[in-house]
């Protein structure tokens, strides 16, 4: 689904990734571990496309990153839901209308797609919050509705920055209970995450495979998780 072959990435001459090379195999799950700063979320980025490598190859859906557009690069993107660590809603919206933002902003929105957020909106419990603001929101409340967002495209893989980010550890494997759920559907999914508890908790349910980046390098993480 999304390979990358010994990628590089710089920010402005400074390295964060070399010589990276991994494939996402459908179906597939995968937690990514490493210190704050160690190029969690660069990473997550070079695999949609929001970054494109210094060095090396990334494919997307066996399309070569470098040979697409920004049209094909945007197609690509709508089949990957991407959970942002800062969730980036627009406050001023209702909370049902940012999960529907992706529907509006690629000009899929229709009656259809209304019975989709509505069954969407009760699978992760929000229900109730539906014209709620995101201001209002609590903090599992706000990882909820942005997983809701990162689905309503349907997409085929969920890559995951943080998702349990300032929740409690009942709502962590609440969130963590729903990408295995979704990765039973089929969806390839990628959890970026500093909580090794919750990749503990993920071994009963899920045959996840645990990569670490460190030192600017992506490695299986040790057994000590
Ligand atoms: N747009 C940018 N311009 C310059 N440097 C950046 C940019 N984005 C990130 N960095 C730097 O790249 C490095 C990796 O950042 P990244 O956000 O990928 O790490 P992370 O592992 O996701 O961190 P955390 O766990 O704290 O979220 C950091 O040193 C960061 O300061």
Known sequence: ???????????SGAAILSGVSL?????????????????????LK?????????????????????????DAVAMARRRIG???????????????????????VSGQASPDQADNLRELMTWVGLTEKFEALPP?????????????RA?????DVILADEPTGNVDWEMSQRLLRLLV?????????????HDLMLIRAAKSLVNAR????????????????
């Not at 070079?46 to 920004?70: H, K, N, W």
């Not at 645990?210 to 993480?221: S, V």
């Open 82 to 104: 991407v959970v942002h660590q800062d969730c980036q809603f627009l406050d001023h919206l209702p909370v049902a209308e940012n999960v529907a933002l992706p529907l509006t």
């Open 1 to 11: 689904m999304i390979e990358l072959d010994n990628v590089a990435y710089s920010y």
């Open 136 to 148: 209002e929101l609590s903090g599992g409340e706000r990882q909820r509705a942005a997983l809701a």
């Open 46 to 70: 070079l695999c949609y496309g929001a970054l494109r490598p210094t060095e090396g190859q990334v494919s997307i859906f066996d399309e070569d990153l470098a040979a697409m557009d920004r």
């Open 181 to 193: 759920e979704l990765n039973r559907m089929g969806k390839t999914v990628m959890i970026a995450t």
């Open 23 to 43: 494939q996402l195999a459908p179906g597939s799950f995968h937690f990514l571990t490493g210190p704050s700063g160690s190029g969690k979320t660069t990473f």
């Open 210 to 225: 645990n990569l670490r980046i460190a030192g600017g390098t992506l490695q299986a993480a040790g057994a000590d998780l």
């Open 151 to 155: 689905l309503i495209l349907s997409p």
